[in-house]
């Protein structure tokens, strides 16, 4: 073996994914013969899954072909548990001996019984699949593993590709800190859950990152809205943990393999669609990266034996262990280069249980009351029912919260309620009669309506909010309300305009004698109005009205070469005839000229606007399925109507209280793109209700329902 090998070999026994970058690829081809059997004495079993792991991009983002899902044997669940428990550095729990000395040993084992089950619970299934990766669709085959945490119904656990095992977003919310999690803004997190990577400059909430994030380890990435709540798994490009700093930097930090949403997530036995992220899992939300299942393991009946085929362990619940405590930091700011909140040694007064409580319940109550006062002419007051639980406090509360120091943020969480999450707080409202909600499959409350004449909501006396200074408040972190709407209604210069919409026409060359008549520019631009008395002009000048029908117009060779060219089924039989009905030729006429079109704002007119060849464009209103059950309407095409998308974007967010996004239509150019608004759940009426308060007509709108399987 030459001094290169060595060095390899020596590298990759200290970690499975530590290669000197003083290795030259030449030099790892070149002794590629002797490599894999070096390796193998070496123990380094994962450098060719190392290899292939980088192509995982885009794995899942179209359907995988998944064969059919066979038992998996308790003998074969151990091993694949004990080698996750091996490859991800999994502490196992055990009892001091000064508790049971005569049966520490017995309970080591009953303990990495618990383990296993909460990684890879009983009764756990698993099936081969194939699929295509890459810029180049190159196929890759591996096994998925099926399994059900008590409670929840069966998912995708763990994708193994070749000896290497990637955990699904559905394990990492039941196994908190099992990878390194890192942050990025939700914005940013949108791009990833389509298949993007994310840059190292999209990292967020350092440095300081975990430390175990180094290049080809295993990661997680969460928003800074839901920091506790993973929502992409991925392969590290770099050595994460080793910068010190991301501000300015470039290259791909993270290369995405599997996120919530696509179509892994997607699959259920029953094809009932994806479940639905935590809005938060405690012990997530830490930056130390490690493993703390031990933690979580703490309270762990160990009264069960891992012996035998129905071997396990008592189930984790999700709150158990102690809450990580962690500096202070801005979770509210989005985009790349958020600082965070600067401290201070004001000491401020902690605020009690009581106190939160009574904040937030005033932060909806005033939610609620803005949205009456402000869509009075609305019968549900700009919502759009059903809202789910995360929508209403992202949307109703968080920006009416009285939050202007970075204590009250920390503070102003709904954990540290009473209620210690949305669903409770929920149900609170619902028996006090303010709204109704109801619980849908898998656990999830939803708001059905909102009782706006409740007395508590009508006599609601408002309260001042921070002023907005930065795109953080609106994302979330307080100082929304009046001050949100207000500045809104000041950017957004399309909220009460008005338009008008104009079809015009040019006449082609062969029509210059028709126009000559009445001295009229056949280079014109003219409307069908202004058509008509040219054309009659000619008639009469050339004497062409039929004498026993006033209604028919004689053709001469003029109309006969230029409106009847043989382009209609009917113009051999008009031409066999001689004569055509005077209506139908003023039409024809309208049919050969060239369209054009016109959209005018407020007070202009044609003279001042330039008319754009073609027909007057509509406005596209798609609505789809997507991942399963869950329906989306898109919208495209406002920029010619004078509307902003993003704008107009921001405005459906709080009125459908629903996440929105923008990006480029595809298929639009790159010189001149065209914006595609896309907001989560059927959304036509609250869209086309913000169009009209922009000047835009129903008709111009027009509205493909993808999800009825017809155009509307």
């Known amino acids: 073996m030459?001094?290169?090998?060595?060095?390899?070999?020596?590298?990759?026994?200290?970690?499975?994914?530590?290669?000197?970058?003083?290795?030259?690829?030449?030099t790892i081809i070149r002794c590629s013969s002797s490599l894999q059997?070096?390796?193998?004495?070496?123990?380094?079993?994962?450098?060719?899954?190392?290899?292939?792991?980088?192509?995982?991009?885009?794995?899942?983002?179209?359907?995988p072909n998944i064969k059919a899902l066979a038992p998996l044997r308790s003998s074969d669940r151990r091993k694949i548990a004990d080698q996750i428990i091996a490859d991800y550095g999994v502490e196992v729990p055990s009892k001091e001996a000064s508790d049971q000395p005569e049966t520490n040993q017995d309970t080591a084992t009953i303990g990495?019984?618990?383990?296993?089950?909460?990684?890879?619970?009983?009764?756990?299934?698993?099936?081969?699949?194939?699929?295509?990766?890459g810029k180049d669709l190159k196929q890759i085959s591996g096994i998925l593993y099926v399994g059900k945490h008590p409670g929840q119904p069966q998912r995708v656990l763990w994708i193994k590709l070749e000896d290497r095992l990637l955990p699904t977003v559905y394990t990492l919310w039941t196994n908190p800190r099992l990878v390194p999690l890192l942050h990025t803004p939700d914005v940013v997190l949108q791009k990833l859950r389509g298949g993007a990577d994310l840059m190292t400059p999209g990292l967020a909430r350092g440095p300081p990152f975990p430390s175990k994030a180094t290049k080809g380890s295993v990661v997680a990435i969460a928003s800074l809205e839901k920091p506790s709540v993973p929502m992409v798994v991925g392969i590290c490009e770099i050595d994460v943990a080793s910068l010190q700093e991301v501000r300015g930097a470039?290259?791909?930090?993270?290369?995405?393999?599997?996120?919530?949403?696509d179509e892994i997530w997607a699959w259920s036995q029953g094809g009932g669609g994806?479940?639905?992220?935590?809005?938060?899992?405690?012990?997530?939300?830490?930056?130390?990266?490690?493993?703390?299942?031990?933690?979580?393991?703490?309270?762990?009946?160990?009264?069960?034996?891992?012996?035998?085929?129905?071997?396990?362990?008592?189930?984790?619940?999700?709150?158990?262990?102690?809450?990580?405590?962690?500096?202070?930091?801005?979770?509210?700011?989005?985009?790349?280069?958020?600082?965070?909140?600067?401290?201070?040694?004001?000491?401020?007064?902690?605020?009690?249980?009581?106190?939160?409580?009574?904040?937030?319940?005033?932060?909806?109550?005033?939610?609620?009351?803005?949205?009456?006062n402000t869509n009075r002419a609305d019968p549900h007051h700009g919502l759009s029912f059903p809202i789910n639980q995360s929508a209403l406090i992202s949307n109703l509360v968080l920006p009416f919260l009285p939050i202007t120091t970075p204590t009250q943020a920390a503070t102003l969480i709904i954990k540290?309620?009473?209620?210690?999450?949305?669903?409770?707080?929920?149900?609170?409202?619902?028996?006090?009669?303010?709204?109704?909600?109801?619980?849908?499959?898998?656990?999830?409350?939803?708001?059905?309506?909102?009782?706006?004449?409740?007395?508590?909501?009508?006599?609601?006396?408002?309260?001042k909010l921070p002023k907005k200074e930065t795109a953080g408040a609106e994302a979330g972190g307080g100082g929304g309300g009046k001050a949100t709407t207000a500045e809104i209604s000041l950017s957004d210069t399309s909220i009460?305009?008005?338009?008008?919409?104009?079809?015009?026409?040019?006449?082609?060359?062969?029509?210059?004698?028709?126009?000559?008549?009445?001295?009229?520019?056949h280079h014109a631009l003219y409307l069908p109005t202004e058509l008509r008395p040219i054309i009659n002009a000619y008639i009469d000048s050339e004497k062409l009205v039929s004498d026993t029908n006033k209604r028919l117009v004689n053709l001469d060779?003029?109309?006969?070469?230029?409106?009847?060219?043989?382009?209609?089924?009917?113009?051999?039989?008009?031409?066999?005839?001689?004569?055509?009905?005077?209506?139908?030729?003023?039409?024809?006429?309208?049919?050969?000229?060239?369209?054009?079109?016109?959209?005018?704002?407020?007070?202009?007119?044609?003279?001042?606007?330039?008319?754009?060849?073609?027909?007057?464009?509509?406005?596209?209103?798609?609505?789809?399925?997507?991942?399963?059950?869950?329906?989306?309407?898109?919208?495209?095409?406002?920029?010619?109507?004078?509307?902003?998308?993003?704008?107009?974007?921001?405005?459906?967010?709080?009125?459908?209280?629903?996440?929105?996004?923008?990006?480029?239509?595809?298929?639009?150019?790159?010189?001149?793109?065209?914006?595609?608004?896309?907001?989560?759940?059927?959304?036509?009426?609250?869209?086309?209700?913000?169009?009209?308060?922009?000047?835009?007509?129903?008709?111009?709108?027009?509205?493909?329902?993808?999800?009825?399987?017809?155009?509307?």
């Open 2 to 26: 030459d001094s290169a090998l060595k060095l390899l070999v020596d590298q990759m026994r200290q970690g499975p994914y530590v290669i000197s970058r003083q290795l030259h690829v030449d």
């Open 37 to 63: 059997k070096a390796l193998n004495i070496a123990g380094c079993t994962h450098f060719h899954s190392h290899l292939r792991i980088l192509s995982l991009k885009s794995m899942f983002k179209k359907k």
């Open 112 to 133: 990495v019984g618990a383990v296993r089950n909460k990684l890879l619970p009983d009764n756990s299934q698993s099936a081969r699949f194939t699929t295509t990766a």
């Open 250 to 261: 470039k290259g791909h930090a993270v290369r995405g393999g599997h996120w919530d949403g």
């Open 274 to 372: 994806g479940g639905n992220s935590p809005d938060e899992i405690e012990g997530w939300d830490t930056n130390g990266g490690g493993t703390g299942l031990e933690e979580l393991l703490n309270d762990v009946d160990l009264e069960e034996s891992d012996d035998g085929q129905n071997e396990g362990g008592v189930p984790i619940p999700n709150n158990a262990g102690p809450q990580s405590q962690e500096k202070v930091h801005n979770e509210f700011v989005e985009g790349e280069d958020a600082e965070p909140f600067e401290r201070v040694d004001v000491e401020e007064k902690e605020l009690s249980t009581k106190e939160i409580d009574d904040i937030f319940w005033n932060a909806l109550l005033y939610g609620l009351h803005q949205h009456r």
């Open 416 to 463: 540290k309620t009473s209620w210690k999450n949305a669903k409770k707080f929920i149900k609170t409202f619902d028996k006090f009669r303010l709204l109704k909600s109801k619980d849908r499959d898998g656990g999830e409350c939803v708001v059905v309506d909102v009782d706006f004449e409740n007395p508590a909501i009508v006599n609601f006396v408002p309260y």
């Open 496 to 521: 009460g305009q008005k338009l008008s919409k104009i079809d015009l026409y040019k006449p082609k060359d062969q029509l210059a004698p028709v126009f000559a008549a009445s001295k009229a520019n």
């Open 557 to 712: 060779p003029i109309l006969a070469n230029a409106v009847f060219d043989g382009s209609a089924p009917l113009d051999r039989e008009v031409l066999a005839k001689g004569s055509v009905p005077r209506d139908a030729l003023i039409d024809r006429i309208l049919k050969s000229c060239s369209p054009y079109h016109t959209i005018l704002r407020n007070s202009e007119t044609r003279d001042t606007v330039k008319a754009k060849a073609g027909h007057a464009p509509k406005i596209i209103i798609v609505l789809e399925t997507r991942s399963g059950n869950k329906t989306v309407t898109k919208l495209s095409g406002v920029e010619a109507f004078f509307i902003q998308p993003q704008a107009l974007a921001d405005e459906l967010q709080k009125t459908c209280a629903s996440s929105t996004s923008v990006g480029q239509l595809a298929g639009s150019s790159p010189k001149k793109p065209v914006m595609e608004v896309m907001v989560q759940g059927p959304q036509k009426e609250a869209m086309v209700k913000a169009l009209e308060k922009r000047g835009v007509r129903r008709e111009w709108v027009e509205v493909n329902d993808k999800t009825k399987g017809k155009k509307k």
